[in-house]
Antibody, heavy 116, light 110 residues
């Protein structure tokens, strides 16, 4: 079964850091582009970041550029999102997503709350 | 990276058809045939319903169809069923390995 399982969410103070992880299974992880997408409470989905198969190319939404870093460990079938200097507006459910030009497999999400 | 524009809500009775629009610009929707649509039941993982403007993944009923004209894409659901009630989001590739989503449309089946 193709599966993505996120972890690492939680409550963090403004200015703090968190690292999200996403364990992939059921498909050749190293062959796929991957994304992080988030949804703030009561809001829509927002694309956050993308990484291609071989780690060379990464892209970010303007709202997180310079603060978030996406990475992957193809040997461990795991995707990461390092989030630094967190702000209240980063509060959201973060989804790990497989896909190239469209996103065909989604995890259940992990919740990040930034609050003092 | 401005969000695509979707109506906040649409509604229809069982058996009817509804269409959800998704308006962008020539830099996203109008510039690429990489529009996709997602169904999202709160608390669950989003599910892809349409990709590449009009293609349906295996397992998605043919009641769901997609199209595009200029900078506006559309999702049409025919023969509405109660289980179709959900939030629907469009997304488009926006060039330079970036993507943009719409604000979402809440579909109510009356």
């Amino acid at each position: 079964e193709v599966q993505l399982v996120e972890s690492g969410g939680g409550l963090v103070q403004p200015g703090g850091s968190l690292r999200l992880s996403c364990a992939a299974s059921g498909f050749p992880f190293s062959s796929y582009w991957m994304h992080w997408v988030r949804q703030a409470p009561g809001k829509g989905l927002v694309w956050v970041s993308h990484i291609i198969r071989d780690l060379i190319s990464t892209t970010y939404a303007d709202s997180v550029k310079g603060r978030f870093t996406i990475s992957r460990d193809n040997a461990k079938n795991t995707l990461y999102l390092q989030m630094n200097n967190l702000r209240a507006e980063d509060t959201a459910v973060y989804y790990c997503v497989r896909g190239m030009y469209y996103m065909d497999v989604w995890g259940q999400g992990t919740t990040v709350t930034v609050s003092s | 990276q401005s969000a695509l524009t979707q109506p906040r809500s649409v509604s229809g009775s069982p058996g009817q058809s509804v269409t959800i629009s998704c308006t962008g610009t020539s830099s996203d929707v109008g510039g690429y045939n990489y529009v996709s649509w997602y169904q999202h039941h709160p608390g669950k993982a989003p599910k892809i319903m349409i990709y590449d403007v009009s293609k349906r993944p295996s397992g998605v009923p043919d009641r769901f169809s997609g199209s595009k004209s200029g900078n506006t894409a559309s999702l049409t659901i025919s023969g509405l069923q109660a289980e179709d009630e959900a939030d629907y989001f469009c997304s488009s590739y926006a060039g330079s390995n970036t993507w943009v989503f719409g604000g979402g449309t809440k579909l109510t089946v009356l």
